[in-house]
Nanobody
Framework: QVRLVESGGGLVQPGGSLRLSCAAS????????MGWYRQAPGKQRELVAR????????TYAESVKGRFTISRDNAKNTVYLQMNSLKPEDTAVYYC?????????WGQGTQVTVSS
């Protein structure tokens, strides 16, 4: 069992920055990938960024490339999503995801609102 707790969402003006955090606990040894997804009202959940734990390889959605960065702190079992140059279209609930061989785990979500 893996537990994910997200934090760091909020309201920010266009062009601003936010950093999301996802702290993992439990059977973290089984995790081979972690990522951030988002879901805007009336839209499907989409991948924002993903990190392969073993290789360190990162993947980004085209819409966030150059603006968002996914990273991890192994000592804190935490994955971050640094979001810069935020746009109104980035407004969504952001979910942390952890992949294990048998199941994918999700956090509770954190709201990010980009508005002036």
């Amino acid at each position: 069992q893996v537990r994910l707790v997200e934090s760091g969402g909020g309201l920010v003006q266009p062009g601003g920055s936010l950093r999301l955090s996802c702290a993992a606990s439990g059977s973290i040894f089984s995790i081979y990938g972690m990522g951030w997804y988002r879901q805007a009202p009336g839209k499907q959940r989409e991948l924002v960024a993903r990190l392969t734990i073993t290789s360190g390889r990162t993947t980004y959605a085209e819409s966030v490339k150059g603006r968002f960065t996914i990273s991890r702190d192994n000592a804190k079992n935490t994955v971050y999503l640094q979001m810069n140059s935020l746009k109104p279209e980035d407004t969504a609930v952001y979910y942390c995801n952890a992949e294990t061989p048998n199941i994918a785990y999700w956090g509770q979500g954190t709201q990010v609102t980009v508005s002036s």
